[in-house]
T-cell receptor, first 118, second 114 residues
Framework: EPEVTQTPSHQVTQMGQEVILRCVPI?????FYWYRQILGQKVEFLVS????????KSEIFDDQFSVERPDGSNFTLKIRSTKLEDSAMYFC????????????????FGNGTRLTVT | GNSVTQMEGPVTLSEEAFLTINCTYT??????LFWYVQYPGEGLQLLLK?????DKGSNKGFEATYRKETTSFHLEKGSVQVSDSAVYFC?????????????FGTGTSLTVIP
């Protein structure tokens, strides 16, 4: 079964450094997402991406964050200047929904990247 | 707005015990409801879903019924196994102009002991 893959599985970085988290969504999917989960807390929506542009973003997704789909297969999340509070598990997800049936289609998640900011 | 509330854990059960994990939701419109499971070291996997009122989702012995009157989607399993130990997330999906937006509960950790 096709799956979403994320690399690296664990990233340790120093405060103020830039990090790029990488994801390869399922190949025929159209919608791409980033979520994060701070240890012991809720899974929080960061951003959704469709047709090569951001479609929605949360309050968490401030100017420090950006997303790209540089080559038609990878989907990246960049944090420009990491803060201690960015330490979390970051999940990439994709969906094959179109707008007519969008809310019925499940998200398919990767295994996540654990980001530790020291 | 849209939100999901699920029972706090952790939950510890003996093998073959009955499992209920409560989930209630608040939504504008008519959402779809999901249960996801997260095994240690892995991502979230879809366990089951229901897309309209009175639908029952089922998979691997787990069931949940979409109850519009009580805005609930409780997860149940008649006889749990050690391999069911994981974190379970209730979620709803609501359509927006730009695709489906998911809202997750906080997760309930289940440990099944032999």
């Amino acid at each position: 079964e096709p799956e979403v893959t994320q690399t690296p599985s664990h990233q340790v970085t120093q405060m103020g450094q830039e990090v790029i988290l990488r994801c390869v969504p399922i190949s025929n999917h159209l919608y791409f997402y980033w979520y994060r989960q701070i240890l012991g807390q809720k899974v929080e929506f960061l951003v959704s991406f469709y047709n090569n542009e951001i479609s929605e973003k949360s309050e968490i997704f401030d100017d420090q964050f950006s997303v790209e789909r540089p080559d038609g297969s990878n989907f990246t999340l960049k944090i420009r200047s990491t803060k201690l509070e960015d330490s979390a598990m970051y999940f990439c997800a994709s969906s094959d929904s179109d707008r007519s049936s969008s809310y019925n289609s499940p998200l398919h998640f990767g295994n996540g990247t654990r980001l530790t900011v020291t | 707005g849209n939100s999901v509330t699920q029972m706090e854990g952790p939950v510890t059960l003996s093998e073959e015990a009955f499992l209920t994990i409560n989930c209630t939701y608040t939504a504008t419109g008519y959402p779809s409801l999901f249960w996801y499971v997260q095994y240690p070291g892995e991502g979230l996997q879809l366990l089951l879903k229901a897309t309209k009122a009175d639908d029952k989702g089922s998979n691997k012995g787990f069931e949940a019924t979409y109850r519009k009157e009580t805005t609930s989607f409780h997860l149940e399993k008649g006889s749990v196994q050690v391999s069911d130990s994981a974190v379970y997330f209730c979620a709803l999906s609501a359509a927006s102009n730009t695709g489906n937006q998911f809202y997750f509960g906080t997760g309930t950790s289940l440990t099944v002991i032999p």
